[in-house]
Every structure is written in C-alpha cells, then in structure tokens.
C-alpha cells in the first residue's frame, strides 16, 4: 500500500518534470525565429526527442528509486514493528496508513540506532579497556608469554618477562631478532618439543634447559599452542630454576633418609613408594605400587593397616604405630608414622627400629643383670638429694657401716655419719654437681671398734641429685701397704744390687786391666824371645776371655736390674760388617770353614741404631756358628725390611729349609747358596743405597752346617746360664751369650728366632728397627798400629794420669812416657786439682772411684777455676771400670770429654789423645807381623787338623792326651803338645791353638 502511494507520488512528479521539460522545449520554439520555426520538421523531432528523454528518464529513475530506495524502505517498515517501541507505538497508531506512521518507523528506528551506537560505543570502551588490561597483563606477567612464527620460530612477540628469562633487558632486543631454538641448552630437547607440537599441535608443561645470553642456565616449563590462522605458536615460559634445585635438594634430602615413604588411598592402595634401602621392603617397589595392602602385606598386618589408615582419615590427626614384619626371612622392627595428606590419602612413613628392639631387649637383659650384679656387689649404693637427704639405699647385708638404724630412705647424711665425715661427703655432692663430675675420696672410720678405710665414689645423676658408692677396701689397704713394702724392699734390693754391680765391675775390671796392660806392655817391648811372646799372647788372650765372662755377667746382671739402655748412634754398617769377617775369617780357614758374607743390594750403609748392642749380637752368634760348625761353612746374610712394623720380627728368608730339612748332618758348604758379595760398595750399591730418612727393618739371618740343636734345648736356648748339648760337651762358656743377645734385640725392638734340627744345622735370624743416617763415625778399626813414639815438630804435650791404684797409675805412666808425653800422676781427685793448678797438663786421664775427691768432683772443680780464670780447661777423660752406660751419661754431664772403660787398649787411649789434642804418632813397621801372619794363614790352610793327624803320635801319647782333655786339665795338654818332635809342628800348632781357644772338647773329639 505504501509502497504504491510511494509510486504514484513519484509518477506524479516524473510527469511534472516532463511537462516542464516539455514546456522549456517549447519556449525554445517560441524564442526561434519564425524562418526556423517554420522549416517545420526538424524543429519537432527535437522537442520530441526532448520529451522522450525525459520520459525515458524518468522510467529509469522510478525503478532505481523502487529498487534502491523503496525496497530498503518496505524492509524498514516490515522490520520496525518487531521492536519494543512499535509495539508501543501500535498503542497510539491508527495503523491504517502505513506511510502515516513511516515518520514514527523511523523514529524508533533512530532510537534504537542511537542505542546502538550507544551500545557499541560502550563495547568499544569495554573492548578497549579489555585490551589494555590484557596488555597490562601481559607486559606485567611473572610468567613469560610469547609468539613464535611456525616456519622458522623466529620470535613475533614476547613480554618483558620472558626477555628478561633469557637475559634481555628489553624484549625489542629480541622480537623478530631471535628464534626459541637459538635458547635451548639440549638439542636432543628441542627435537622432543618439535615433535610433541607436529604430533598433538602443542605442547603441555615441558621442562628444558636454557641458555641465557650471558651463558648461564636455567630450567624452563613451558606450554604453547598451535594457531592454524595465523601460522604461529603462542606460549608461556616460567623460570622452575629453584624448584628444580629444591626437587635436588628433596631428592637428596629423601636419599639420605633411611626411612620408607608410602601414599594409601582409603581403599589401602599403594599410591606411591620411595625407599632408599630395598632390603626393608617386602617386594620390589614395582610389585607394590598401584596394589593393596592385602596383595603386599599378610592379611593380619593389611588389617592393621586397614585399621590405622581408616582412622587417620576418619580423625584427620597423626597416628603412630609399631610392628613387627619377616623381610627376607628375617624378622624385623618398624615404626609407623601416619598422616592424612587429603580426605581419602594418607602418607605412611615407615621406620626401621630393629637396632632399637635389639638394644632395647638387651637393655632389658642388661637391666636384669645389673640388678643383679648390684644385689651381689658388696658395696653401699645409695642417692642422695642436694640437700643430703637419702632417696634410695642399696646396702649389702654384709657391708657394715656406723649406724644401721640412721641408714634409711629419708634420712640424711648429718644422721648416717659423724660430723666431719658428714661435712666432707657433702662437701664432694657439691663438687659433683657444680662440675658435673665424678669425685672420688677416701674416708676412714671407726665400725664396731675396727679401723675400716672405704672409698667413696660420687656422680651426679639428676639436676639436684647424685649417686654414691662406698666401698671398702680395708684389705686393699693393708695390701698396699703390705705392696708397699715388698717395693721398698725391692728398691732397696735393687739399690744393694747395682752398688753390688758397680762394686763388682770396679774390683773386677781395675785388675784385669793391670793384667791386660802390662801384658801389652811387654808385648810391645820387642826384647821378649818367641817362647816369652807366645806365653804372653796367651795370658792376653785368657784375660780377654776372663774379661768377657766378667761382662756376660755384669750385662745379665744390668738386664735383670732394668738398666739397660738403648745408645743410638750413627754408624757405616758396612764397616761393621766387614770388621766381623775379618775378626772370623782367619778362625774360619783355620777349621777348613767357608765364611759367607751376603748384602742386599739395596742395604743401606749408614744407619742409626745401637751399635754396641749389634755388634754384641753377630759376635755372639757368628762366634757360636764359627766355634760348633766343623765341617761345611758358616753365612751371614744381612737385608732390608719393607719398613717399620711392615713385616714380621724374624722374618725369614723365602725358600729357607725348615726344620728337619734333607740337609745332612755336617752338609755340603754348598747348602748355604753361597753369593759373597764385596762388603765395599760398588757404584751401583752406592747408587742403591742413597741416602733416604725412611725408617726401616734389617734382617739379618746366620746359617751354619754345624750339628744343628736338639728340640728340648730348643725350648730353653735363650734362658740364662742355661747350655746346649754341644756346649755342655765343650765345657766352656757361662750360658749368657743368647740370653743377653736375645734381650739386646728386644731391646732393638726384634727378636731372634731359631730353626734347627739335631744333625742339620742351624739358622738363626732377627730383624731390629733403623733409620737410615746420611753419614757416620769412623768404622771400627780393624787392625791397630803400634805407636812406638811422637812425631817431630809438634808440642809437648803434658798428661796427668789419675788413678787411685797405684799399678794402673805405672801402666798409664809407663804407656805415656814410652812415647814421649810429659807424664805426670796423682792417686786422688785433690792432688789431680793441684798438680793442675801446678802443672797445667793439656789432658788428663780421671778416674772416677777415688778416696778424698772423686773424679766427678774433680772434674767440676777444675772447670769452674777455668771458667772463674777465663783460661781453656783441659781435655778431661773419664777412666772407669763400670760397665753401666748411664755412667757415660753421668760423666759428660759433670764436665768430661769423654768416657773409656777399664781394661783399655793402649791403642785406644793413644785414639782419643790424637783425636782431643791433634798429636801425630810414629808407628812400627807391621810388614813383619803381616808376613808372619801371612805365612801361619797359608799353613793352617795347608794342614787340617783331624783324628788322621793326630794318630802320627804313638797310641800311649794319644790316649794321655785324651785323658788331659777330658779332665780338661790345659797345662798337661800343653805339656804334652811340646812332645810333638818338630817335623809335626804344625800339629803342635793347631792342637795350642784349640787349647787357646779353650776348645780343649775338640781334642776329646779328635783322640
């Protein structure tokens, strides 16, 4: 309807305009001139052409108005009364004409357009504000957030956080600058997260490890998602650096735990299990996760289980519980804390407490056994408050005490004892709990009229108490004092016994070296025929065995009194080694013996030990093997131990025979495995045996072939005075020489140890502790020079010769002068101290044990008048006949140079005054004494002494000669030894030699 009034008005409007287009044309033709107006035809066709594109026109012009314009109009009227405010409109509205109400329409219409426009204007805003809070989000976001491009990953957009993950201050520095996988720390990662992106088109809180840009790292969870549209990953990125370090450090927190760890659902399902110590669980972990407690428990621990479970959930509250479980067929303990984590978990954390039950159950035996050691101790035990108060008694019924009745729970100290014992106890409960420590005293009281001494021993035991016991010990007592003394009469034993000693040693000694000097006085006379200096060299050498039977007693002697000491120096062990071949070489040939000296390449040649002792030792047993052994040879073999207390004392020789070995009675020497090496090192020792200050072991070990040691003297061959089977036959010798060895090497800190069989020899071997030395003194002197005078162009040098006896002061003074020294003597330290003053000798030789003044004395006088004078005081060498070492000791501290025991050797009295004073000596010409020597080595290594060569002499002179020596009668052996014509004196030879020797049981053997 509307629509058609629309059309008609237009119409109506069209053909206005055409009649006035119409009308203008004609005006056009009334305006012509008439000439043109009258030529009729064209004038015509032009106002009609006129008119007919007007109408043309305005056909055209009403279906575009119909079609642009009256179409969209008829959608508006139809659309307008489907709002709200037609529908009010329809309340005033006719609704007959709808062009009438098309002004209304669109005034609704209009309103609802502003409203529109309203409402898009406030979604706008809204959009806006949305869109800035987003953006504040995200440019504020604790968690990285980003856009990648999908092609190449290269950065689109990223917030200031996850530029500043990556160590950029700005995230304009990294926008279309940088690709994600320029970051990633672990390829084989990245490749992960490619593939979980192409495979589920994103990813879900994957965790990696990043590079920064200044190279550190850091660990990553991120998520992103695949946008198809725009061909990009949009993610976030949070830092998990500290979570990770704190999972480390709960995983090393969880491993150092020795507990298991459990999560139960309601239902008792194993959620999780974390253990460190497998051996507690009763499956492996994989067969208890995600199964219940009655598939993994026996069925009365599920229920108990069950239970604990049911009611921590049901409680919410903590539960504790013990049990006990066979694991591995073991029985075991564990403590069970439970713990509700949510309303339908609970986490069970489980204990070990087995070690606990054990010690727990032995506590509890323990427990018993005290009470019942404490009921048969007869002691008093009791404790007693800080005030004295008693709050427990423990009293034997046999131990008595002042006042029973006193003596009672809630009674107190001032009631239980007199008034000073009282004091003194509480006294000491103090003390305990002052100092938190145990006191101990002693008390003696007055029990049924007897002296009765008890020690008292307090503890603290509680903030304000103590425990106390008393006990008695009477008879403790009166065995200390009786213990008491038996030690003084011990010490005074001992005292009597080394003034004994020094006595002994003194008498002994001081007489033997009257004897022994003057010998060698005459020895060194030179006026003596062969006769007068063979019976001389035969008083020397019977002094000298008397002398060392004098020193095996006095060093036993020393022993047993606790008086031997270890004198360590620094010394060429070589040097010695090579004195004791030489001291038993010519022994050795003299009785067909091979003598073998063995050295380790690598044996050190300085060491420091005692080398006193040492050589004592391989003097004894070199001496024995040498003395017994009558066929075959004798080897000493010396090596080096791994180090101190590396190897075992006596170790032994790898590949040594044990006893009862298949070597035969008097063997081939060729048993030994001889290697006799040098005893001067060559370059290689030398270069083997550098010096180094590591400590070590020596081993040295002495074989022989000799008749070996039957094994019940086997059990008794270190006791004193105590002989062998082969030393009982030689009658000779006291029975100390292994006893003291054996003692010395303890000493040393070894000990000797002996393999032997009767008839198969002998091996003797110990091992002692040394240091190697860098360097050290002079080497024992093999052989001595006789000095027969002073050289010229030196000083006359004044010595006083001290001594109270006068025979030890002529030999001094006949040994000086002899030489050419000034001499002078004196018998007492007095007249020493004046003929110094007098006199002014460059040495003096002081004895020590001397009437008025003794040499100590002597000594200290004389070097404080020196020190008083400020003059040089004199070389001062103590002359002794004691054989203790701490008289060496005492001597140098009183002021002496040095120390020489009684008997000396005129050489070494000659030694020292050359080493104090520098004195030069002129000595004889030993050519002669070499040659003899020499010429008696080469025929006692031509002849042999033996039963043949003895069997020359006529059978009544062998037989009294056996006799002799079996009665071991030495001046009829001797006699009968001049009998022997001359065309056998080599027989006299070795038949004087064996009597020397005192081996007078070898000629019981050869007749």
């Not at 403590?335 to 978990?345: E, T």
Request: net charge negative; charged share 20%; with cysteine.
């Amino acid at each position: 309807m509307m629509r058609r009034q629309i059309l008609l008005t237009i119409g109506i409007t069209l053909l206005a305009l055409t009649a006035i287009l119409y009308g203008i044309a004609a005006t056009l033709l009334a305006s012509m001139p008439s000439t043109d107006y009258k030529q009729g035809q064209p004038a015509q066709f032009l106002a009609w052409s006129t008119f007919g594109v007007g109408l043309l026109f305005s056909v055209i012009t009403l279906l575009l108005v119909d079609r642009l314009v009256l179409s969209r109009l008829a959608a508006l009227s139809r659309a307008v009364p489907h709002s709200n405010h037609y529908k009010q409109f329809k309340q005033v509205a006719n609704g007959q004409d709808e062009l009438a109400d098309l002004p209304a329409y669109i005034n609704i219409l209009l309103t609802e357009l502003d409203q529109a426009e309203q409402l898009r204007q406030q979604a706008a805003m809204a959009h806006q504000q949305s869109q800035a809070k987003l953006q504040n989000l995200f440019e504020n976001s604790l968690v990285g957030i980003f856009r990648v491009r999908l092609e190449d990953r290269l950065i689109l957009d990223a917030n200031q956080c996850f530029a500043t993950m990556l160590g950029y201050n700005s995230a304009a520095a990294i926008i279309g600058q940088k690709h994600s996988t320029d970051f990633y720390l672990d390829p084989i990662e990245q490749q992960q997260a490619v593939a979980q992106i192409s495979l589920h088109g994103g990813i879900h809180s994957f965790e990696a490890q990043f590079r920064r840009q200044d190279g550190s790292v850091f660990w990553g969870l991120f998520s992103c998602q695949l946008d198809q549209a725009s061909s990009s990953l949009d993610g976030v990125l949070v830092d998990i650096s500290q979570t990770k370090r704190a999972e480390a450090e709960l995983q090393g927190l969880l491993a150092a735990m020795p507990d298991i760890i459990l999560v139960y659902n309601r239902e008792g399902r194993c959620l999780k299990l974390f253990s460190t110590n497998h051996s507690w669980l009763v499956k492996p972990i994989e067969e208890q996760v995600d199964r219940t407690i009655y598939e993994n428990l026996p069925p009365k621990l599920a229920e108990l289980y069950q239970r604990y479970i049911s009611e921590a959930l049901e409680t919410q509250s903590n539960l504790t519980v013990e049990y006990s479980l066979d694991v591995a067929a073991q029985p075991m303990w564990f403590s069970a804390s439970v713990a509700p984590i949510s309303n339908d978990s609970v986490v069970w954390v489980v204990r070990n407490i087995t070690a606990r039950k054990q010690a727990e159950e032995a506590l509890y035996e323990s427990e018993a056994t005290n009470r019942a050691l404490i009921n048969a101790i007869p002691d008093l035990l009791f404790r007693i408050q800080q005030d004295g108060t008693y709050l427990n008694i423990q009293r034997s019924k046999h131990f008595r005490v002042i006042n029973p009745d006193q003596l009672a729970i809630g009674t107190t100290v001032n009631n239980s004892l007199p008034p000073a014992l009282a004091e003194q106890r509480m006294h000491y409960v103090h003390q305990a709990l002052n100092t938190g420590e145990l006191q101990i005293y002693e008390q003696e009281l007055v029990v049924d009229d007897e002296l009765k001494h008890e020690e008292v021993r307090i503890v603290p035991c509680q903030e304000h108490e103590v425990m106390a016991m008393v006990r008695d010990i009477t008879a403790r007592k009166h065995g200390e004092e009786a213990l008491q003394r038996s030690v003084e009469a011990a010490e005074t034993a001992n005292r009597a016994k080394s003034v004994f000693l020094a006595n002994m040693s003194h008498e002994l000694r001081t007489p033997l070296n009257a004897i022994l000097g003057f010998t060698q006085l005459l020895m060194r006379g030179g006026a003596l025929n062969p006769k007068q200096t063979e019976q001389l060299d035969t008083i020397n050498r019977s002094g000298e065995h008397l002398l060392t039977l004098i020193n095996d007693v006095l060093e036993m002697s020393k022993i047993e009194a606790g008086r031997v000491t270890l004198n360590q120096t620094d010394f060429d062990l070589h040097g010695l080694l090579n004195w004791l071949q030489q001291m038993f070489q010519l022994k050795a040939q003299s009785k067909k013996l091979q003598l073998i000296i063995e050295l380790a390449s690598d044996l050190p040649q300085y060491i420091r030990a005692d080398e006193s002792k040492l050589r004592q030792v391989l003097v004894n047993l070199l001496g024995n093997a040498v003395k017994f052994t009558e066929h075959g040879g004798v080897a000493l073999r010396v090596k080096r131990g791994e180090g101190r207390g590396e190897r075992g004392e006596g170790e032994e020789r790898e590949g040594m025979k044990e006893a009862g070995g298949a070597r035969e009675a008097g063997g081939d020497v060729n048993d030994l495995k001889p290697a006799l090496l040098s005893l001067q090192p060559t370059a290689e020792r030398k270069q083997a045996t550098a010096f180094s200050p590591q400590p070590s072991a020596l081993i040295f070990e002495i074989e022989d072939t000799g008749p070996g040691i039957t094994s019940n003297d086997l059990e008794h061959l270190f006791d004193p005075f105590v002989q062998t089977e082969t030393g009982r036959r030689s009658q000779e010798g006291t029975g100390l020489g292994l006893a003291i060895s054996q003692k010395f090497v303890q000493l040393m800190g070894g000990e000797i140890r002996v393999r032997s069989t009767w008839g198969s020899g002998s091996i003797f071997s110990f091992s002692i502790q040394t240091d190697t030395a860098e360097a050290a003194g002079q080497s024992p002197l093999i052989h001595h020079q006789e000095v027969i005078g002073l050289a010229a162009e030196q000083p006359s040098y004044r010595i006083l010769a001290v001594d109270d006896r006068p025979e030890n002061r002529a030999l001094l003074m006949e040994l000086l002068t002899s030489v050419g020294f000034e001499a002078q003597e004196a018998s007492n330290g007095q007249e020493a101290i004046d003929r110094w003053r007098d006199w002014q000798p460059h040495l003096i030789w002081m004895d020590i044990r001397m009437p008025v003044v003794d040499g100590y004395e002597a000594t200290k006088q004389i070097a404080a008048a020196c020190k008083a004078a400020d003059v040089v005081p004199p070389i001062i060498i103590a002359l002794t006949g004691s054989v203790f070492e701490e008289d060496r000791k005492v001597a140098l501290a009183n002021g002496c140079n040095d120390f020489v025991r009684k008997p000396f050797r005129a050489e070494i009295l000659f030694e020292k005054m050359a080493d104090y004073l520098g004195v030069r000596y002129i000595y004889a010409d030993s050519q002669q004494s070499s040659a003899v020597s020499s010429q008696l080595a080469a025929q006692a290594e031509s002849f042999m002494l033996t039963a043949e060569s003895v069997s020359v002499m006529p059978d009544e002179w062998v037989e009294q000669l056996h006799q002799a020596a079996v009665k071991m009668n030495a001046k009829l052996v001797l006699n009968l030894i001049e009998q022997i014509p001359e065309p056998h004196a080599q027989l006299a030879q070795a038949l004087t030699q064996l009597v020397d020797d005192f081996c007078i049981e070898a000629i019981v053997d050869l007749t």
